[in-house]
């Protein structure tokens, strides 16, 4: 009876007791159950991404900012200004078919913004690349505001090349002549609360890179421009009209800035609204439209065949969406605002036979700056981080954001699980006593194994500076092969690393293992913050085949399992456009995607790479 | 000798006593039963003497012009009835007029097609800007000003006075915010009228507001001869009209468009009551629910007319001669607030009077009807004389 009472109160007495108790249970469970929890967190993670296009995740997109108020004003762009528009796209086609140079260029272009009233000059620039350089000459124009002080500006801009193929040389002749018929008209205008600058930089991206470093005062080494001869106030917002065809049938929005900004989603969403209802203009996301012949076996019921073609068009969205955002590459002339906080966007006329011209994207672009013109304060209100389906749907980032977060979290588990498993070891010295409780515990030596991390990175440095200098780019192919061969051979170094006992310490490869998926799940989920798409693009491209490495025992083994994992860390260097493109990216524009892959991204795969080389 | 002359004397007596008792009504009584001869059951019976409004658009920025178009409608009205500039403190927190996005500098319209300029030629703001904060709207309020306020900045009320406050702006559940910036509480309105009431700074007040859960503000209101309005209820949006397609925003509010399109076949001589302008108010058209309180109000609401509030009167009470002091003084010569504590029985006396002006019999009427009597008694008193002695 006394045994009794003291066991109930023995039960009831402590509560920190029982805390413990259940935390250890728990603990417990959730170890024993921690290969099913963590192909869960994989499973999840991955279907997450593939549902990211699904038309039931995501909302559709509203005005979040009071003050824009989007279309709500008459415009007045008619159709002597698209005269205007037409006279000087002919003097532009005739500069075009005289080979005019830049100078010539940006002269005619000062000289016709100083005909109006305007204020306008030139800008003489240089980059200096590996690849060799890059020159030209941009006009500009500043309009200062009439009524206030002009401590804040708009930005007209059109480049001079079109992003039609990423820059591959299509002129973009009426966006120009749209920005100078722009110029002309808005000058009429007293109620410009801000500057407006209008910008015609010389080339595709490096003319606007020059122009707004030197607008800026941000110093690039390789850049030497010349500086502005006009100051205006803080740019706030900047519409960058691309305008490639005879005539258009659709505007697009392109978005995407360097290195993975994006501009606030308030904007887009004014011009979506514009366009459609001023402009009568149908959006797009992109360049490329939906269509809707897709075939679709029959033996899906009729009732998922909207959803599918729905899936199917978004999916294109997002798959170029995340083209653009990973390698942090911008998706046109508005990209290289992002990253001084300008808001900005490229309206690009998709080109068709008709039936909008002039006229339409005239009134749009008038409607837009009054919207823009509203603005008291910097656009914050919306969202930045999104994925846009469509122009008139798009996903916050709780709806994508936890897929990679929870794949990082699968593959911290593993390495947590590897971690805590090198600790101990089986005691097997008394058989008699063996039993499944019975461990012994043992050393974990991390310094040899931070080493050969360490030393992963420094081949991922000194690869990023081989594929940076003038030589790589000049012999490519030669150079890819030799560096291709240094690279994969380097780590077979590890084949020398004796086998240890491991009663006493935990073998190397489990700790790099361990550690490896610690390190690489970490950085997954630093990146989600930043660029998602990158971390996505990490997390289907690391999760997995990190998480499955393994050493093995016999030497061919071991090599068999090595040279998937150099394809994976190396293969990019067989892409010798992109990687041209990714150099060039980082050496004009300060795009982070190359030197990220390599000395971030090649040193985890060769790292798993070493784990299956490394002895048992 | 004596017979002869009995007659006569008493012919005198009596054309003399019928003199008296025939004397014609005072100027008084015939005056006002020529102001009063137009009235009707729904006769106004204030007794104030002076009209004061105070005009608050609490909000700036240029999106927020229908809000400086709001207050600018109500002060055309009340100036239009009457109210002289010198009894209006209109604060705007910003300037739409002068707004370097203004289309039209200069001007403030309330509709689209841009009919009429509020912002014509004769504006008054008191205080504009910055200026317009909690603080400063309190400090009119409660009259507690630093010594080198200028008048024209002050609400110079007094015991008698009605004062129809009027706010607009962004505001939600129990509060109103002034410029992005600070907010004033249901609360601290509350206490600052009740503050007035104590310091005899007011004699009715109409309170009208229009901002989201609009009605929440005055429902903290605990003083006496309150009016309060207000344009939507609790978790309730106040919306917007309309949008001049050229100035490109909403130019005024749904509450306020319908109170001054109503206001505006209101006249100074209009005997519209106060109920009857409620009684406009139509939800579906204002697509909020509009409210009204009345239970600190003293008078029935069809005795109130629109013009006790949104007029200037006209209402002048001749006082007590024997005094040498006029006690009230008509509107805008009223003294500076003072703080003693004999103003009270003095403004019951005031009441009384006000009162007495109306009802007869008055005073001199009393005088008359007494040496009417007098007359008549000497006269029996002199034939009961004549009488006895024969």
Not at chain 1, 237 to 243: P, R
Not at chain 1, 414 to 436: N, T, V, Y
Not at chain 2, 114 to 121: T, V
Not at chain 2, 170 to 193: C, P, R, V, Y
Request: glycine share 8%; net charge neutral.
């Amino acid at each position: 009876m006394n045994a009794l009472r003291a066991r109930l109160r023995a039960q009831r007495a402590d509560p920190n007791i029982v805390r413990i108790h259940r935390k250890q249970a728990l603990v417990a469970v959730l170890t024993r159950r921690l290969h099913i929890i963590k192909i869960t967190l994989f499973l999840v993670g991955y279907l997450w991404m593939a549902a990211i296009p699904s038309p039931r995740l995501g909302r559709g997109t509203y005005i979040d900012e009071n003050a824009l108020g989007p279309g709500q004003v008459n415009t007045y762009w008619n159709w002597g200004d698209v005269a205007n528009a037409d006279r000087y796209l002919e003097q532009l086609e005739g500069l075009r078919d005289n080979n005019a140079t830049s100078e010539e260029r940006a002269d005619f272009l000062m000289t016709e913004f100083l005909k109006l009233g305007i204020p306008a000059s030139t800008q003489n620039y240089v980059f200096t690349s590996s690849a060799g350089n890059v020159q030209g000459t941009n006009a500009y124009a500043v309009l200062s505001s009439p009524r206030t002080s002009g401590t804040e500006a708009m930005v007209i801009s059109a480049s001079w090349i079109s992003r039609t193929g990423e820059g591959d040389g299509t002129l973009n002749l009426r966006g120009v002549s749209t920005v100078l018929a722009l110029a002309n008209f808005l000058k009429k205008y007293s109620l410009w609360a801000k500057d407006l600058v209008f910008v015609i930089s010389d080339n595709y991206v490096d003319g606007m890179q020059a122009w707004l470093s030197a607008y800026h005062g941000a110093i690039q080494s390789n850049l030497q421009a010349d500086e502005l001869e006009l100051a205006s106030g803080v740019i706030w917002t900047a519409l960058n009209i691309d305008y490639p065809g005879h005539s258009f049938s659709h505007l697009g929005i392109f978005h995407e800035g360097i290195n993975g900004r994006l501009p606030n989603q308030d904007l887009l969403n004014s011009f979506q609204q514009i366009s459609k209802w001023t402009g009568g203009v149908p959006v797009l996301v992109y360049d490329h439209q939906d269509s809707p012949q897709t075939d679709i076996p029959s033996w899906i019921p009729s009732a998922y065949h909207e959803e599918i073609r729905a899936y199917a068009y978004q999916s294109k969205n997002v798959l170029r969406h995340l083209g653009y955002q990973a390698r942090g590459r911008g998706s046109g002339v508005h990209g290289l605002f992002h990253q001084f906080r300008i808001d900005a966007f490229t309206m690009f006329g998709l080109p068709a036979t008709g039936p909008h011209g002039f006229h339409a994207i005239g009134r749009i672009v008038e409607s837009t700056l009054r919207t823009t013109n509203n603005l008291l304060e910097r656009l914050h209100a919306s969202f930045f981080f999104y994925i846009l389906t469509t122009p008139e749907r798009f996903l916050k980032i709780g709806s994508f954001l936890p897929s990679a977060v929870l794949i990082s979290v699968a593959m911290m588990f593993g390495g947590l699980r590897i971690w805590s498993d090198c600790a101990w070891i089986p005691d097997l010295s008394d058989k008699k006593e063996a039993g499944p409780d019975k461990w012994i515990q043992r050393s974990r030596p991390v310094i040899p194994v931070l080493g050969i991390m360490l030393s992963t990175y420094m081949l991922g440095v000194v690869l990023f500076s081989a594929i940076t200098t003038s030589w790589f780019i000049n012999n490519q192919t030669v150079a890819s092969t030799l560096l291709l061969i240094v690279v994969s051979t380097i780590p077979l170094c590890a084949l020398l690393i004796p086998s240890q006992d491991a009663s006493r310490a935990a073998p190397i490869s489990q700790l790099l293992k361990a550690l490896n998926l610690c390190f690489a799940s970490t950085v997954i989920s630093i990146i989600t913050v930043v660029n998602f798409s990158l971390a996505m693009s990490l997390a289907i491209l690391l999760g997995i085949p990190l998480s499955i490495s393994s050493p093995s025992k016999t030497l061919s083994l071991r090599l068999a399992k090595f040279a998937p994992y150099i394809g994976l860390a190396l293969g990019w260097i067989c892409a010798s456009d992109e990687l041209r493109k990714a150099l060039w990216d980082w050496e004009i524009l300060g795009v982070w995607f190359a030197p990220f892959v390599c000395i971030v991204y090649t040193p985890l795969v060769l790292q798993a790479g070493l784990v299956c080389l490394l002895p048992l | 000798m004596l017979v002869v002359s009995f007659p006569h004397l008493l012919l005198f007596l009596f054309s003399w006593t019928w003199g008296i008792l025939a004397t014609t009504p005072s100027h008084e009584e015939i005056v006002g039963e020529f102001f009063n001869q137009n009235a009707h059951a729904g006769s106004s019976t204030s007794n104030h003497t002076n009209n004061w409004a105070v005009l608050v658009c609490s909000s700036r920025y240029w999106f927020n012009y229908r809000h400086m178009a709001n207050a600018l409608g109500m002060y055309r009205t009340v100036k239009r009835l009457g109210i002289p500039d010198s009894n209006i403190i209109l604060m705007l927190a910003d300037d739409a007029a002068c707004n370097s996005r203004n289309r039209f500098p200069g001007s403030v319209y309330a509709n689209p097609g841009r009919g009429l300029d509020l912002y014509g030629d004769n504006i008054e703001v008191d205080y504009r800007g910055y200026e317009v904060t909690v603080e400063n709207f309190i400090r009119v309020l409660t009259g507690r000003m630093e010594p080198s306020v200028p008048r024209s900045k002050r609400l110079l009320t007094d015991a008698r006075s009605n004062i129809f406050v009027y706010m607009t702006g962004h505001g939600g559940n129990e509060f109103l915010k002034f410029q992005d910036n600070e907010e004033i509480s249901a609360f601290d309105i509350a206490d600052a009228f009740e503050q007035m009431w104590q310091k005899k700074r007011y004699n009715e007040i109409l309170f009208m507001i229009d901002t989201c859960q609009a009605n929440t503000m005055y429902s903290k209101f605990y003083s006496p001869n309150i009016l309060a309005t207000g344009s939507a209820k609790l978790d309730q949006n106040s919306y917007s009209y309309e949008n001049d397609n050229d100035i490109g925003v909403s130019v005024i509010d749904r509450f306020t468009h319908y109170i001054l399109e109503y206001m505006e076949q209101i006249n100074k001589t209009s005997h519209e009551s106060m109920a009857d302008l409620f009684a406009s108010y139509d939800p579906a058209k204002i697509h909020s629910d509009p409210g009204v309180r009345a239970d600190l109000f003293g008078r029935p609401l069809n005795e109130v007319r629109i013009t006790d509030f949104f007029g200037g009167v006209s209402q002048v009470e001749v006082g007590n001669g024997g005094d040498g002091e006029a006690r009230a003084s008509p509107s805008g010569t009223t003294e500076e607030e003072n703080s003693s504590s004999e103003e009270r029985p003095a403004v019951a006396v005031n009441a009384s009077q006000a009162q007495q002006k109306v009802a007869p019999p008055s005073r001199p009427a009393k005088w008359r009807m007494t040496r009417a009597w007098g007359g008549v008694l000497l006269l029996g008193v002199l034939v009961g004389w004549v009488g006895f002695k024969r």
